[in-house]
């Protein structure tokens, strides 16, 4: 089943839908993503050097940001093949601004490597990957790099695992030797030893040596094997059937095991290994091979044509249909990546391009397989296939492209809410329609940022997802475009909310004015959603819920509809401070209609200026948005860190030790955490490192605030 080698040669053409895996690298900011992209092209043949994050040689990372960084910023998707099969890998960012790109990446893919620090285990980050994965139901395996590190264990790492992310970790290796010492690999399996050669060298030929598990080790291995065996028969009935035999569980039997408890969820595979030192990237590709799902192994994709539900089957046969993820805009052209879910596409064909209701027919000019910095030029491209067309102007991140005879639309990625806002002009008046063209280009490859004209200032505002976010936005825009740009100062997305509703609130619009006059009667409640409905993980009540209680059709239909949208029109301005208003349930109660001048622009005018009216009248409080940060410090560091916190009106929800460096985990405002980074450099001698996690909005203080925010 373990192949250790690469056919450098081996360039599949098309290869059986069987072969292909597509694949994400998940993990949080730092557990070593990049380096395992690298070193599985490195193992594959793709590249002929090892490309390094620090040195800003990396494949993936190709962008200038992304290398004076160090960090993955924009998903890149690469081809690579190995053992026969071909494995198109995604590259996604840690930082939780690029979440969002995460998230189109994971729409895409059929199943991901999860990363994980050997010394730090599940950080805040790997969990919101982890928990976005399961929201999308993408089976994926455990990696747990950097074992080669002071503190390292595999133990606590999978320990935090479980603990955290609460899947069955199926440990399938036993490290050889540990820290600095670490040098090879106990394949639980075949019970083989793999070592490898501590070579630094990019010549890598004869690097991994399979051989008896050694004496020292053997009965340590046999008692993994032990456990292993007992906790897949303990969720595997047909492993269980062959467990409670004399000879136990065969390789075989265990492998197909471990590949349906993968598929399904119910376990997690996981490896271990030191990507920098090109340990254990073999294995792990093996792994994917043999337990992540083909595309022909996961759900035919499902999507709608005039509201009813039409499922495509993986099969270059099918009528066309794929997924646009990702687009790059260029100076040169327009790169588009695609998911081709079923049918074949090839190079000058035409096909229909959907989205939010438009369609538009454009001719796919070139089909491009992305391999590290060069790309391979196809004449075709079929289902479960992922790869980049050039000549589509239109295509937008979760555009469907499908075939002009057989359309359907494909549900796009959700796309979250922009939280951090700044104001951005030109510095010279002369360059002010450039800079607006390059915020277009910006929109078009991010959907998670927002343009918008702000009504009273006249300001152009950028919104998107963190500080960090905005940063990487306005700087790529100098260096493209090589314009001078200013930016205002940075501000977070207030939310209002229902504190105390109203009840029975009655509206009657009526206009007359010449022709048909305008009739609508109204009876709302107005009431704060409770309960689970809409809430964001940890914090205030968000959404909007409508229903009508409307008896002995007093109120069509049609005209309930019409009253739910004009509702949703006065939910874009507050009355507190015209803030977006979230975290409210509105029940239509009663109505009346009149038999000539009622319409449904009359019940939609009405709604919108019955709730504008009920929320003047209910007690209403003002939302901020808040996150949960991490900071690790030194030990002798933590006072000042914690008074800084406290200062920044955060709520320490947790502390623990950690290899020699305290851990604080607390709840902040998102508007007191501008500039953190340089404070917190400043108050630990630049040893101090912190992360942070969106969790919802809470209570602002101030006017129409409720106190201190902190999560309900």
Known sequence: MHHLHGDRSAQLATAPLSAVRNLGILAHVDAGKTTVTERILFATGTTYKRGEVHDGTTVTDFDSQERDRGITIFAAAVSCDWDGHRINL????????????????????DGAVAVFDAVAGVEPQSESVWRQADRFGVPRIAFVNKLDRAGADLDSAVASIRERLHPAPLVVQLPIGSEDGFRGVVDLLRMRALVWADERDDQGEGRVEDGPVPEGLREEAERRRRLLEEAVAELHPGALEEFCTPAGLSARTLAGALRDLTRTGDGVVVLCGSAYRNQGIEPLLDAVVAYLPSPSDVPAVRGTLDGAEQVRAADPGAPFAALAFKVNSTATGRLTCLRVYSGTIRKGEVVAVRDAGAT???????????????????????????????????????????????????????????????????????????????????????????????????????????????EVAVEKIRRAQGLDVRVGRPRVAYRETVVRGVAGLVHRHVKQDGGAGQFAHVVLDVQPLEGDAGREEGGSATGFEFRSAVVGG??????????????????????????????????????????????????????????????????????????????????????????????????????????????VTATVPLAELFGYATRLRSRTQGRGVFTTRPTGYAPAPGPGGEGTPAPR
Not at 392 to 410: F, I, N
Not at 431 to 441: M, P, Q
Not at 554 to 569: I, L, S, T
Not at 595 to 609: H, Q, V, W, Y
């Open 554 to 663: 007093r109120v069509p239909q049609e005209y309930v509809r019409a009253v739910e949208a004009g509702c949703r029109d006065a939910l874009g301005e507050g009355p507190l401070g015209g803030h977006p208003v979230t975290g409210l349930r509105v029940v239509l109660r009663d109505g009346a209609t009149h038999p000539k001048d009622s319409s449904e622009l009359a019940f939609r005018t009405a709604g919108r200026l019955a709730l504008r009216e009920a929320l003047r009248v209910s007690a209403m409080a003002v939302l901020e948005p808040v996150a949960e940060v991490t900071v690790t410090a030194p030990d002798e560091a933590v006072g000042g860190v914690l008074g800084d916190l406290a200062a920044r009106r955060g709520r320490v929800t947790g502390s623990t030790t950690r290899a020699g460096a305290s851990v």
């Open 90 to 109: 995604i590259d996604t960012p840690g930082h939780v601004d690029f979440s969002d790109e995460v998230v189109r990446s994971l729409r895409v893919l």
């Open 360 to 470: 538009r027919t454009e001719r796919i000019g070139r089909i491009l397989r992305v391999q590290a910095d060069r790309h391979a030029q196809l004449d075709r491209a079929v289902a479960g296939d992922i790869v980049a067309v050039v000549g589509l102007k239109s295509a937008r991140a979760g555009s469907t492209l499908c075939a002009p005879g057989a359309p359907l639309v494909l549900e796009p990625p959700a796309t979250a809410e922009p939280v951090v806002s700044v104001a951005v002009e030109a510095r010279t008046s002369t360059d002010t329609d450039r800079l607006v063209a390059a915020l277009a280009r910006l929109v078009e490859e991010d959907p998670s940022l927002v343009v918008r004209t702000d009504d009273e200032t006249g300001q152009t505002v950028l919104s998107g997802m963190g500080e960090l976010h905005l």
